[in-house]
C-alpha cells in the first residue's frame, strides 16, 4: 500500500504516523533487520524484489511462510507485533502491516507488511512460498507474461504456471486449466527466459522488458493484435510499469519477437512432454467427454418423455433416483439414490441407447409415480414433525 496504511489509524498520540518514503539505503537496512527477526518466528522469509529501477520505497513487503514449532498459530501476529516493537498493528486479510519507527527520522516510522503465504503449514507448502514469491517479484512482471503469452494458452496464477486447454470444460473456466510446474526456474526454461538473467536481477525496466520480449514465444505482432479484457485496461490504468510496457516500449519495439508461427497446439504438445502431463491432460479431455455425452444422453431421454414442466422435471429426477444398473441393463431400484447419482453413460452396455431410450418409454411412468409417492411421504413428515 505505499506507506499509507496507517493514514486513518491513530497512535497514542491521537494522530497517524508519519511515514515517509524511504531511500534505498534505509530500505535495505530496515529488510535486513526485520528479515533476522522474523527468521526467528517462520521457517521461510523473503522479501519478494521489487520493481528495478525503484528511487524510494513506500513500505516494506515480507512473504512468510511455515509458523515455528514453538508457537501457537493464534498468537503469531501479536508476537510479530511485540518482535518487531510496532507501534501499530493493522491485520488486511492474508496480509498484517506493522509501523515500526524509523531508523534514522525522530517521529517518523516504517511501514511493514507481512504475508503468510497460500497453503501455509501444507506438505506443498515451501513450494507455494517459492512460487508465490516470484509472482509477487518484480513489479509487473507477472503480469506482462501473462499478457504476452496468454493467446498460447499459457497462463500464471497463485497456484502456478497452467495451460488453458479452450475447447473443453467451455462453462467452467478453472477446469480448463491443466497444471503444469509451480517451480520458477522450469516456468522460466519452458518459456525459453534466461534464468540466470532473472537470478541476477534487472538494472531498471527496459532490461526486463529485453529479457521478457527475448523469450522464444514472444511475438510483438500478435501481440499488437491482442483482444484487450476489461481488467487489461485497468491493470494500464493502474499499474505504472505494465502501463510503461504496453504504451511506451511496445511502441518502439514493433519488430520483436519470435518469426516462429507458435500454435496452442505446438505449444501444448510440448508442454506435455516436458512437464510429462500427457496423462493428466487424456484425464481431463475424457471427464469433459464423459459430461457431454451424458448431457446428450439425458437430451435424449427428455425427447422421448411425452410430458412437460414440472411432470417432466418429477419425471427426470425419479429416473435418476430410482434406476440402477446391473450388467448394462437398468432396473428400477427398491430405494432411491438421494446423492451421487451414476452416470447413465458409464454403466449402460456400450451401443446400447436405443434400447435404453425403450426402455425408459416403458417404465418411466411407473418410475415417476415412485417419486411422487417418495415426495408426499416427505412432505407429510415435515408436515406433522
Same mark, same amino acid.
Given at each position: !500500500?505505499?506507506?499509507? =496504511?496507517f493514514?486513518?489509524?491513530?497512535?497514542?498520540?491521537?494522530?497517524?504516523?508519519?511515514?515517509?518514503? !524511504?531511500?534505498?539505503?534505509? *530500505?535495505?537496512?530496515?529488510?535486513?533487520?526485520?528479515?533476522?527477526?522474523?527468521?526467528?518466528?517462520?521457517?521461510?522469509?523473503?522479501?519478494?524484489?521489487?520493481?528495478?529501477?525503484?528511487?524510494?520505497?513506500?513500505?516494506?513487503?515480507?512473504?512468510?511462510?511455515?509458523?515455528?514449532?514453538?508457537?501457537?498459530?493464534?498468537?503469531i501476529?501479536?508476537?510479530?507485533?511485540?518482535?518487531?516493537?510496532?507501534?501499530l498493528?493493522?491485520?488486511?486479510?492474508?496480509?498484517?502491516?506493522?509501523?515500526?519507527?524509523?531508523?534514522?527520522?525522530?517521529?517518523?516510522? =516504517?511501514?511493514?507488511?507481512?504475508?503468510?503465504?497460500?497453503?501455509?503449514?501444507?506438505?506443498?507448502?515451501?513450494?507455494?512460498?517459492?512460487?508465490?514469491?516470484? !509472482?509477487?517479484?518484480?513489479?509487473?512482471?507477472?503480469?506482462?507474461?501473462?499478457?504476452?503469452?496468454?493467446?498460447?494458452?499459457?497462463?500464471?496464477?497463485?497456484?502456478?504456471?497452467?495451460?488453458?486447454?479452450?475447447?473443453?470444460?467451455?462453462?467452467?473456466?478453472?477446469?480448463q486449466?491443466?497444471?503444469?510446474?509451480?517451480? &520458477?526456474?522450469?516456468?522460466m526454461?519452458?518459456?525459453?527466459?534466461?534464468?540466470?538473467? *532473472?537470478?541476477?536481477?534487472?538494472a531498471?525496466?527496459?532490461?526486463?522488458?529485453?529479457? =521478457?520480449?527475448?523469450?522464444?514465444?514472444?511475438s510483438?505482432?500478435?501481440?499488437?493484435?491482442?483482444?484487450?479484457?476489461?481488467?487489461?485496461?485497468?491493470?494500464?490504468?493502474?499499474?505504472?510499469?505494465?502501463?510503461?510496457?504496453?504504451?511506451?516500449?511496445?511502441?518502439?519495439?514493433?519488430?520483436?519477437?519470435?518469426?516462429?508461427?507458435?500454435?496452442?497446439?505446438?505449444?501444448?504438445?510440448?508442454?506435455?512432454?516436458?512437464?510429462?502431463?500427457?496423462?493428466?491432460?487424456?484425464?481431463?479431455?475424457?471427464?469433459?467427454?464423459?459430461?457431454?455425452?451424458?448431457?446428450?444422453?439425458?437430451?435424449k431421454?427428455?425427447?422421448?418423455? &411425452?410430458?412437460?414442466?414440472?411432470?417432466?422435471?418429477?419425471?427426470?429426477?425419479g429416473?435418476?433416483?430410482? =434406476?440402477?444398473?446391473?450388467?448394462?441393463?437398468?432396473?428400477?431400484?427398491?430405494?432411491?439414490?438421494l446423492?451421487?447419482?451414476p452416470?447413465?453413460?458409464?454403466?449402460?452396455?456400450?451401443?446400447?441407447?436405443?434400447?435404453?431410450?425403450?426402455?425408459?418409454?416403458?417404465?418411466?411412468?411407473?418410475?415417476?409415480?415412485?417419486?411422487?409417492?417418495?415426495? !408426499?411421504?416427505?412432505?407429510?413428515?415435515?408436515?406433522?414433525?
Amino acid at each position: !500500500m505505499g506507506g499509507l =496504511v496507517f493514514a486513518s489509524t491513530p497512535l497514542a498520540s491521537g494522530k497517524p504516523p508519519h511515514v515517509p518514503r !524511504m531511500s534505498p539505503e534505509v *530500505y535495505r537496512k530496515v529488510s535486513a533487520e526485520c528479515k533476522l527477526k522474523l527468521g526467528t518466528l517462520f521457517n521461510n522469509v523473503v522479501v519478494p524484489r521489487d520493481a528495478p529501477g525503484k528511487a524510494d520505497y513506500g513500505d516494506v513487503d515480507f512473504l512468510v511462510e511455515g509458523i515455528a514449532s514453538d508457537t501457537w498459530p493464534r498468537e503469531i501476529w501479536f508476537k510479530t507485533k511485540e518482535l518487531l516493537d510496532a507501534a501499530l498493528h493493522l491485520p488486511r486479510g492474508g496480509s498484517h502491516s506493522f509501523a515500526i519507527l524509523h531508523p534514522d527520522i525522530p517521529e517518523a516510522y =516504517v511501514q511493514v507488511d507481512v504475508e503468510l503465504s497460500p497453503g501455509n503449514g501444507t506438505p506443498g507448502a515451501t513450494e507455494l512460498f517459492k512460487w508465490t514469491a516470484f !509472482m509477487k517479484g518484480d513489479g509487473d512482471l507477472l503480469q506482462i507474461i501473462g499478457i504476452t503469452h496468454r493467446y498460447l494458452g499459457l497462463t500464471c496464477n497463485d497456484k502456478g504456471l497452467h495451460f488453458r486447454v479452450k475447447d473443453i470444460h467451455t462453462d467452467n473456466k478453472k477446469k480448463q486449466l491443466l497444471f503444469l510446474t509451480r517451480d &520458477p526456474d522450469e516456468a522460466m526454461k519452458f518459456h525459453g527466459l534466461d534464468v540466470a538473467k *532473472y537470478h541476477e536481477g534487472f538494472a531498471d525496466e527496459n532490461e526486463l522488458f529485453d529479457w =521478457v520480449t527475448n523469450g522464444r514465444f514472444f511475438s510483438a505482432s500478435i501481440f499488437a493484435d491482442r483482444t484487450e479484457k476489461s481488467n487489461d485496461r485497468s491493470r494500464q490504468k493502474k499499474r505504472s510499469m505494465y502501463a510503461q510496457f504496453i504504451e511506451v516500449y511496445m511502441p518502439l519495439h514493433a519488430g520483436k519477437g519470435t518469426s516462429t508461427e507458435w500454435t496452442q497446439q505446438v505449444v501444448l504438445d510440448e508442454a506435455l512432454a516436458a512437464f510429462d502431463k500427457r496423462a493428466g491432460y487424456e484425464a481431463m479431455v475424457a471427464e469433459h467427454n464423459a459430461i457431454k455425452d451424458e448431457e446428450q444422453l439425458w437430451n435424449k431421454i427428455r425427447a422421448v418423455l &411425452p410430458v412437460e414442466g414440472n411432470p417432466l422435471k418429477l419425471a427426470l429426477r425419479g429416473l435418476r433416483r430410482w =434406476v440402477v444398473f446391473e450388467d448394462g441393463e437398468p432396473r428400477i431400484t427398491e430405494e432411491p439414490m438421494l446423492e451421487d447419482h451414476p452416470a447413465w453413460t458409464a454403466s449402460m452396455a456400450f451401443g446400447s441407447i436405443e434400447k435404453l431410450l425403450c426402455w425408459v418409454t416403458d417404465n418411466w411412468e411407473a418410475i415417476k409415480a415412485l417419486e411422487k409417492a417418495r415426495v !408426499m411421504v416427505v412432505k407429510e413428515a415435515m408436515a406433522t414433525g
